[in-house]
């Protein structure tokens, strides 16, 4: 509430002298209102940003199934015409292009696999071949447990879906000037921020999902990955509005989003981080008139919602945020997403999610690797990155850590 | 047995008292009670169909400036916080310009006007209740055919919230909630009345022998204790008695209720969810109306009591950190609209609300007619103007025809008398032995003619 | 036709019998059914809690006991003065019955039977005789709190064969006979017999008030061999069972009981904050709100057996992460821990717990007024007489207004008012004290952009917020007082009347010079004489006959 947060910011000085009474006497807690120089968030969602425009001001890419679709003879096409054929459409497509699916216990399994197991991505070799899946194809999908071979999974066998897929060319983009150049494929920012690094929107831009997923106004009311958020920590505060030098840590919870009976996220929760060093990320910052900048950091970001699991990497990340009075915060988070985290997204998407939500694989993977522009690799000469910016959400909290494995005093 | 009970029982009055009227309501402990009641039915029904009574309580009053009437007798005028009664006001009669007598004792705040109305008088303790709640009395009198001798629900989701009681320490507790309603009524023990195969359960044999035993230990135990004690285990083994003879009415092939159709099971409140907020208090409301209905068309009760909101009124508009009830004390009159909007608005909502009620009963035909016209419903309020807790012209209506002995959709002005000449009203169109009742000054002799048939 | 005829012949008895009844009615007076102050109560009614310990006690925790319960009756700030007040309804034994027979369905289930019944018909005992005899035999004293007599366990039996003949089965013959039992007024009311001298109350009696003074629960095998034997009846028995019940970790749910009903704690099961101006609160919040303030109390009087009055001063606070919203403090550890504020800071002592600040606030905002009058009844027994019902606040309460910005600007005319200030001039000092926390419970300096004053005077002494405030309170003694008085008519169930006065105020010297610990205190009660007197009822007329009773095989 804004009156508790006025407390911080005039009375740093007594607040300040509150943390040394408190560290003089012994065996005592956190003060009425924890310590006044740690500021922490939950996020309730981190999306890919839309510059803002409505979802259709622009033609969208045809998804992989409309594009099946149009590939068909007129007497084909009119058997699957209307709406409640769509399943059939579905179907017919999986056969003809020769999609396969085989899960253990289900279809035929080699010895040593038991069903319902998660499963390494040589078992699912090992169910493709044993289930007529082309040679040397087959990966695990649906959480690990089904072997598939579709145009998500390879999409590079099906290129012919890849057909007309358009990327976005719109001169407009959210996020920042990551490589300090100012080049043609660069954007301008919504504020008229130049050589804005976003390659990841021309990909994403002319796809109907995303674009609408970055709506700002159900974006901001949305909760992705809410049973494994992402906890932003802004410690070493003198000053909320002015600070040269802050330290940011980025850490990941599985405590899920606590909710208040309106179903916002409940600030002032306690979350406790996961140890795992691979999920938690420092960096430095500084804060100007309410705003923080921070460094570029690799991170990586828990994200699990419904059967996708796919921890995103996004290397040299800057955070830009607002932190707010009220106890929210709204940012940015801008760098260079891994291509290999971001194939591994959207073949977690599995062929039946991008059938619904009109997603070409194949078209999508092959605009992603044409456009990538970051972390080249030496060997291959491939680019590993794409720029990128995402917007987030959260509201204050408590990142705490996990309990020692010491006998309590316990009441 | 076929004497009507309403004579048999002035027979015994009368006799036993020396031709006093009684003006209290005794415990059915004593002999007036029947093998299993179904005299009593068929007395107060006066024919095939049932007559039904119940009341309904809203905290905090109105504006008397906008609730108040202005023309009498038929096609009254409807004041703007009456407009919610519009689409039944066919069947509404409304009564004002009622008072509550203090008699010099303490005006209670939301405690004496309520008191006043139910039990024909006031005191000066909280805890203390002169006399039983009318319903309790007609309960006394029509209640034993039925499965249930009375119903008391309330819609706030709280089972305190009642305002029916034998005696200070014996409120009836409240069915808060639309499911926990169905559960009761429609549940386990249910006997669909209109199931043309019927066999009694066993269960229900052995349970009233165990129930017969239970009953047994009374002489025993009362001669252990003291007065004020005996009194308590009295009023314990009077519920078991009751309890019992529900069981007896269980082995019974019920009577064919032919309005009655079993309700959907309703799903139960969220949790979580405020009832204070005045639109789930509605919606919950309304819910448990329709499932009343339901309840007396299939004949589980004869007598109900609904409470929309208690008599300190904790209905709020979320966000709003000022609710009804302190509303009604702290807001200012508006000058430019000349009343406190916000009571206003609550008051209004009210209205709504017994409306939705009125209208469930009004939609259940039974007979040549409806529910409602079977039905007699007393609502009323603790207070008129609650900014100052006033007693005087106490809000309060009836609804529907009490099978053919009222008439209804007329204002009556009472002039300044006493609220127990409706309660009176009521208790004699129930078949309520009885011609006179109130305490102290508001004692009458007067029912309200009117709207007598 | 038998039942008129019957009627008019006995006429002459129905009018002395109904004029009888018509006299102890007594409605026509004007008092309620409170305990005649010349007899105590014999009777009480168990609790909710009382009743679901009892049944843990007799069939094992994992017995499910579901169902409403008939609300308890809070009489003069507590509801066990209640029990002595209240009776049963008829829609309140319906719902005991169905949780009877609830209880009974499980014993007799497949999981639970071979514990608890134990035995079946079979060829030794065709019809299930035995095994029911052995069954009440056993479980029979523990429900009704005493020993069962052999031909009360026969009845008991063979009124299960018989139910069983007419159900079908044995075990729910014998189910439904378990449930008329926790149906009967033996299982739900505690009736006091006299003992031998009828100055004290039986055996039985004191093993009941003992356990549930203690326990808040039925005697144990033990008590009740104790009783049983008559040690409780000779000062060293008594003290025996005393000391064992006192030493067990049981000594913790009586203490628990205690204070949830003298703190009103069972209202934050019904209490509802405005969720947009409080989303921190909600009902699982109310309900850690209530535990910490009872697991922070039987830390401080039980597990370190302190001082009571340090509780209005202490910083450590019983901590859950559900309640970490509320304090704004960052909560690591799971489950309940020991939390302790620093020196200096605003949560200091039991008015600065949650569940008291949420308790007396309204929905959307704080009310100091409610604060003060909470803190004097509950806290100090004092209690303030009712607002007049004409008062108007036209002037006054304007939430909006842009000058009047914090609550104490707002009630300044309860204190300007003469006929106001009487009484608020009593109780509002100690609410504004706590107006740095909002209704809700969580510390704020500032309202509406102005800085809280959180300054005042007690008892002639000044404070400047709730920390100094609780200080003063804890060198009060009408605090300690009035904690002595509210353990004795909790234990007693009733007020003390003028024979008790000498042995109150005994009490609260003891309790003064015992170091003002609860324990103390309760075991102090429990070895007192008095509190095992035995009230003679008045001799009184025959009771009235039932017509069930007197026709033979009608109820069959």
């Given amino acids: 509430m804004g009156s508790l947060a006025n407390g911080y910011w005039k009375q740093g000085g007594v607040a300040a002298s509150l943390v040394l009474v408190a560290g003089m006497s012994t065996a005592a807690d956190a003060p009425t209102g924890a310590r006044p120089d740690v500021h922490a968030f939950v996020l309730s969602n981190i999306w890919f940003a839309s510059p803002g425009e409505p979802a259709n001001a622009l033609p969208l890419n045809d998804g992989g199934v409309e594009i099946f679709y149009k590939s068909l003879s007129p007497e084909e096409q009119a058997k699957y015409a209307t709406s409640d054929k769509r399943q059939a459409l579905e179907q017919e497509m999986a056969r003809r292009l020769g999609f396969k699916i085989a899960a253990p216990g289900r279809s035929k399994t080699p010895a040593g696999i038991v069903p319902g197991a998660m499963l390494t991505p040589e078992q699912a070799l090992e169910i493709g071949a044993l289930n007529g899946f082309p040679k040397g194809r087959g990966k695990p999908t649906y959480q690990n447990r089904t072997a598939a071979y579709t145009s998500c999974t390879n999409p590079e066998d099906f290129p012919a879906l890849a057909e007309g897929f358009r990327t976005y060319d719109g001169p407009v983009a959210m996020g920042m000037n990551l490589d300090g150049k100012v080049t043609r494929e660069d954007f301008v920012g919504p504020n008229g921020e130049k050589g804005v690094d976003n390659q990841l929107w021309r990909a994403f831009g002319r796809v109907k999902v995303f674009r609408e997923s ?45 909710r208040d009976p309106r179903g916002q996220a409940l600030q002032r929760v306690s979350y406790t981080i996961i140890p795992d060093r691979q999920l938690q990320s420092t960096t430095t910052g500084s804060i100007r008139d309410g705003v923080l900048m921070t460094e570029p950091v690799d991170l990586r970001l828990q994200y699990k919602e419904q059967i996708v699991d796919a921890p995103r990497e996004i290397r040299a990340a800057r955070i830009r945020a607002e932190i707010r009075e009220d106890g929210t915060i709204e940012g940015e988070l801008m760098g260079y997403y891994s291509l290999a985290s971001i194939w591994d997204l959207i073949e977690q998407m599995t062929q039946a999610g991008a059938n619904s939500n009109q997603i070409s694989c194949p078209g999508l993977r092959r605009a992603l690797d044409e456009v990538a522009d970051g972390y080249m690799d030496p060997k291959t000469k491939k680019y590993t990155a794409i720029s990128a910016a995402m917007k987030f959400v959260g509201v204050r909290a408590f990142a705490v850590m996990p309990e020692q494995r010491t006998a309590e005093l316990g009441s | 047995m076929t004497r009507p009970t309403a004579s048999r029982r002035s027979f015994l009055l009368k006799g036993a008292l020396g031709g006093a009227a009684v003006t209290v309501g005794l415990p059915i402990l004593d002999l007036f009670l029947d093998n299993n009641g179904t005299a009593f039915a068929k007395a107060a029904g006066g024919g095939a169909l049932p007559i039904r009574f119940g009341t309904w309580f809203w905290g905090c009053g109105m504006i008397p400036e906008r609730w108040l009437p202005t023309t009498t007798g038929a096609n009254y005028d409807l004041p703007v916080q009456l407009a919610g009664i519009k689409p039944v006001q066919q069947h509404i009669s409304v009564l004002s310009g009622f008072d509550v007598n203090l008699d010099g004792k303490s005006n209670l705040p939301h405690v004496s006007g309520n008191i006043g109305v139910r039990t024909g008088g006031v005191a000066d303790d909280w805890r203390v209740i002169r006399a039983p709640t009318l319903d309790v009395l007609i309960a006394d009198s029509i209640g034993g055919g039925s499965v249930n001798r009375s119903l008391d629900l309330s819609a706030d989701g709280n089972p305190r919230t009642s305002y029916s009681y034998r005696d200070g320490a014996s409120m009836n507790a409240t069915v808060p909630t639309a499911s926990e309603l169905y559960a009761k009524i429609f549940g386990a023990d249910f006997q669909d009345p209109n199931k043309a195969d019927f066999k009694p359960d066993p269960r229900y044999m052995a349970r009233k022998s165990v129930l017969s035993a239970v009953g047994e230990q009374r002489r025993a135990l009362l001669t252990r204790v003291g007065a004020s004690d005996r009194q308590r285990l009295d009023q314990y083994f009077t519920s078991v008695r009751e309890m019992e003879d529900k069981l007896a009415l269980q082995l019974q092939k019920p009577p064919r209720a032919e309005a009655c159709m079993v309700p959907q099971a309703p799903a139960a409140i969220k949790a979580g969810t405020d009832l204070t907020d005045f639109e789930a208090r509605k919606a919950n409301h309304k819910l448990m109306a329709e499932m009343l209905a339901m309840t007396l068309a299939c004949n589980q009760t004869r007598v109900f009591n609904m ?31 000349g009343y406190q909007p916000t009571v206003d608005f609550f008051a209004t909502r009210c209205m709504e609300a017994w409306a939705d009620l009125v209208q469930a009963l009004a939609s259940v035909k039974e007979g040549d007619g409806t529910l409602l016209d079977n039905t007699l419903v007393l609502a009323h309020s603790d207070c008129s103007f609650a900014k100052n807790h006033e007693v005087s012209r106490i809000p309060m209506m009836l609804a529907g025809r009490a099978g053919g002995r009222v008439k209804p959709g007329l204002h009556i002005k009472g002039g300044g008398d006493p609220v127990t000449r409706v309660g009176l009203t009521v208790q004699q169109v129930m078949g309520v032995s009885v011609d006179a009742w109130g305490l102290d000054s508001m004692h009458t002799t007067r029912p309200i003619s009117e709207v007598l048939v | ?246 030493a067990s970790p049981r000594l913790t749910d009586g203490v628990r009981a205690f204070f949830a009903d003298f703190l009103r704690l069972d209202d934050m099961a019904t209490l509802t904050k405005d969720t947009l101006l409080y989303p921190a609160f909600s009902p699982a919040v109310a309900e850690a709100a209530r535990e910490q303030t009872l697991r922070t109390i039987v830390d401080h009087v039980v597990t370190r057996d302190g001082d009571y009055r340090d509780l209005f001063t202490s910083r450590r606070f019983a901590m859950t992460k559900a309640l970490g919203p509320i304090y704004d403090i960052p909560v690591s550890k799971s489950g309940w821990y020991i939390h302790e504020f620093p020196e200096n800071d605003p949560r200091s002592g039991l008015l600065t717990q949650a569940s008291l600040l949420a308790l007396h606030s309204h929905p959307g905002r704080t009310s100091p007024t409610l604060r003060g009058v909470g803190t004097l009844e509950i806290l100090l027994c004092q209690k303030t007489p009712p607002p007049p019902p004409d008062v108007n606040f036209s002037v006054v309460q304007d939430v909006n207004n842009p000058t009047l910005k914090t609550t104490r600007e707002r009630l300044q005319a309860h204190l300007t008012n003469e006929q106001c200030a009487t009484c608020h001039r009593a109780t509002d000092p100690i609410g504004l004290a706590l107006e740095q926390f909002d209704g809700a419970g969580t510390f704020r300096t500032t309202e509406r952009g102005d800085r809280i004053d959180v300054s005042g005077k007690f008892e002639r002494q000044d404070f400047n917020g709730a920390a100094e405030l609780g200080k003063i309170l804890r060198q009060s003694p009408r605090v300690s007082s009035c904690l002595v008085s509210s353990v004795w008519r909790y234990a007693n169930g009733r007020d003390p009347g003028p024979a008790d006065a000498a042995d109150v105020e005994a009490m609260k010297r003891r309790f003064t010079d015992d170091g003002y610990r609860v324990t103390a205190l309760m075991r102090t009660i429990a070895l007192d004489p008095e509190f095992y007197a035995y009230s003679r009822p008045q001799p009184s007329p025959e009771p009235k006959r039932q017509a069930s009773q007197d026709k033979k095989g009608r109820n069959s």
């Fill in chain 1, 214 to 258: 970055g709506n700002e106004a159900i974006a901001k009311k949305s909760f992705m990955s809410m049973g494994a958020p992402t906890i932003v920590e802004i410690s070493d505060v003198d000053d909320m509005r002015n600070d040269p030098q802050v330290t940011v840590k980025v850490y990941a919870s599985s405590d899920a989003v606590t």
């Fill in chain 2, 307 to 337: 409470t929309f909101s208690n008599s300190a009124a904790d209905l709020r508009q979320a966000g709003n950190p000022t609710g009804y009830h302190q509303s009604t004390h702290e807001e200012l009159i508006d000058a430019k609209l």
């Fill in chain 3, 1 to 246: 036709m038998k039942l008129k005829s019957r009627l008019v012949a006995g006429s002459g008895l129905l009018l002395s019998a109904v004029l009888a009844m018509t006299a102890v009615v007594g409605f026509d007076r004007a008092t309620a059914r409170e305990p005649e102050a010349d007899a105590p109560s014999n009777v009480r009614r168990l609790t909710e809690a009382q009743y679901r310990s009892t049944i843990a006690d007799v069939f094992g925790p994992d017995i499910k006991v579901v169902g409403r319960f008939e609300p308890d009756l809070r009489v003069e700030g507590l509801l066990a003065v209640g029990t002595t007040a209240v009776s049963i309804t008829p829609a309140g034994l319906e719902h005991y019955d169905a949780i009877a027979h609830g209880i009974a369905a499980q014993v007799t289930d497949a999981n639970h039977r071979e514990k608890l019944v134990g035995c079946a018909p079979n060829a030794q005992d065709v019809d299930g005789a035995q095994c029911a005899k052995s069954f009440f035999a056993r479980v029979g004293p523990r429900l009704y709190r005493r020993a069962l007599a052999p031909a009360e366990i026969r009845a008991l039996a063979s009124a299960a064969v018989s139910s069983a003949k007419l159900v079908g089965t044995f075990d729910g013959g014998l189910s439904t006979v378990l449930a008329g039992m926790m149906t009967s007024p033996e299982f739900l009311f505690r009736i006091d017999a006299p003992g031998k001298g009828g100055a004290q109350v039986d055996g039985y009696s004191k093993a009941s008030r003992l356990s549930y003074f203690l326990w808040n629960t039925a005697p144990d095998e033990a008590l009740l061999k104790a009783a049983a034997n008559g040690a409780l009846d000779t000062p060293e028995g008594l003290a025996k069972e005393v000391d064992r019940m006192m």
